[in-house]
C-alpha cells in the first residue's frame, strides 16, 4: 500500500443466495480524505460497508489497513472497531435515554463508565474540541437528530478511528444541521481521519468530497477526484450510459398529447408519509407520462401516493375536476385508478392461485366479496384477457406461479385493464421480463392511450420511457426537479437534469 492510503479493498465479493451483490469491489481511501460512495439503490454500497464493518462475511476478497500485514479479517463490528474503523448509520444506534457522555463511553469498559467525572470530562473535552453543540450530562433524547449523530462520530473519533464510514447520515437533517455536520466532517479530515461518505444528494457529494467511487450493479465503474468528474458524468456512470453514443430513439406516435384534454387526475401539493416534497402532477385523457430519476428518487413514492399506497399527509388530489379522497387503495380504485406495483412478488401475484383468480382478483375486491363471480363469468374474463395480452399459459386454472416472469407480469396487467380505470399506473412493468413481452407491453401502453385511458409509466430503462411517454417528469432527491416534452424528449436531456447544477 502506497503511503497515505489507509485503507484497501481488493477484490470484494459477496452473494447472497442467488444475487450476487459484489462481483470482485476494489476501493481505496486515503488518510484525511472524504471519499464519496455513489451508485443507484442496489449496486452495493451498504453491502461493501457491511463487509467493511464485519457484519457480513465476504465471500472473497482482501482488506487491508495501514499498520497492518495482509489482509484484516474481520468477523464482527467489534473487530472493526478495533482496527480503527467505526460507521454511523442513518438510523441512531445509539441510546437515548442515556446521557451524551453514557453514549460516548458505553460498552468501553467498566473502568470509565463507574468514574463519572473523568467520563464526563473527558466527554465534555472532546465534544469541544469538535465544536459539538451539546454537553456531557444532556441526556441523548433532549438533542436533535444532527446532534445525536455528532455524539456518534464523537464517540468514534474518541475511540482513535483511522476510519470513518458515514452510511446517508444527511438524509434527515435541514440544511443548517448538514452544514454542522459538514464542518464536523472537515475537521476529522484535518486529524488524517479518511472517511467514506455514502449519500444520494449530488450536491453534498461536490460540496464536501474529495473523491468518489462510483459502484454499479457490484462492480467498481471506477475512482475519480471530485473536481474531474462533472455532475453529468457522475449520473451517467451510476445509470452506466455513455454521454454520446446514445440512440435517441423516438416514435413519433408516442407525441399524441392533445393539450386541450382535461386533467383526468389533478394533485396540488400532494405528499405522504414516505417523505416525497409536495408533488403537484396532472395527466391528460389519453396521455402516457413518466417518472424518471435515478432509482431511490422518488418515483414510485409519487404513484404511490396518488393511489393511496403510502399514507397521504397533505395536498389534494382531482379526479375529473373535482376532490376525491383517497385514503387507501380501495379509494383510488373506485375513482378509476389501478396501480400496477413495482414489486410483484410482494405486492402483485399470489403465487399458489390460478391464472384466473389473480386476474379477477383486483375487479372482485372492488365490487366486493360479498358477491362473488360465477364460475362462468370469471372464465369468461380470463378467457379474454388471456387471449388479448397473449399470456402463455396451459389454461386458466394453471397455479400462476408455474408461468414465466413475462407472462405472470401480463396476468397482472390484465388484473389491472379488467377494472376498466380511467388512470392506469405502471410502475416497472418490464423489469426482468423477456424482450418479447416487454414490446408487448409498450405497444398494449400505446394503444390503451390511443382509446383515451391515461397511464403513467415508470421504468429504470430510460429508452423505454422515452418511446412510449410523451411527458417525462424528472425527480431527484424525492423532488420533481425537472419536466420534458418534444423534442427535449432525449436520453441526455434526461441525464443531465437528473445531474442539475451548472457542472
Ligand atoms: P445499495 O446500498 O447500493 O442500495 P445494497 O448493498 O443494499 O445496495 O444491495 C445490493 C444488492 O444486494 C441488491 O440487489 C440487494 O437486493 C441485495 N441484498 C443486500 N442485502 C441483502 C440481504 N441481506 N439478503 C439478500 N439480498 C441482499
Ligand atoms: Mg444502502
Known sequence: ????????????????????????????????????????NGAGKSTLIKVLTGVYTKDEGSIHMKGYDGDIAIHSPQEAQDAGISTVYQEITLCPNLSVAENMYIGRGKEIIQNWKKMNDNANKILESLDIPTSATTQLANCSIAVQQMVAIARAVDMDCKVLILDEPTSSLDDQEVAKLFKLMRDLKARGVG????????????????????????VQEGEYKTEELPRLQLVSKMLGKEIDDLSDIKNDEAIMQDTNEENVIETNQLTSTSGISPLDFYIKKGEVNGFTGLLGSGRSECVRAIFGADKVVGGTIKKNGKLVKINKPIDAMKAGIAYLPEDRKVDGIIGDLSVRENIILALQVLEGFWKPF???????????????????????????????????????????LLTHPEYLILDEPTRGIDVGTKVDIQKLVLKLASEGMSITFISSETDEMLRTCSRLIVMRDRKVVGELTGSDLTQNKIMSVIAGGDK
Not at 465479493?13 to 471519499?35: D, S, T
Not at 472517511?195 to 454499479?216: G, N
Not at 362462468?376 to 394453471?398: H, N
Request: hydrophobic share 40%; glycine share 8%.
Open 1 to 40: 500500500m502506497s503511503e497515505n492510503v489507509v485503507l484497501e479493498l481488493k477484490n470484494i465479493r459477496k452473494r447472497f443466495g442467488p444475487v450476487q451483490a459484489l462481483k470482485g469491489v476494489n476501493f481505496k481511501l486515503c488518510e484525511g480524505e472524504i471519499h464519496a460512495l455513489m451508485g443507484e
Open 195 to 218: 472517511i467514506i461518505f455514502v449519500t444520494h444528494f449530488l450536491d453534498q457529494v461536490y460540496e464536501v468530497c474529495d473523491k468518489i467511487t462510483v459502484l454499479r450493479d457490484g
Open 374 to 416: 360465477t364460475r362462468a363469468e370469471a372464465d369468461d374474463f380470463a378467457e379474454k384477457y388471456i387471449k388479448l395480452l397473449g399470456i402463455k399459459t396451459a389454461s386458466a386454472d394453471t397455479p400462476i406461479k408455474s408461468l414465466s416472469g413475462g407472462n405472470q407480469q401480463k396476468c397482472i396487467v390484465a388484473r389491472w
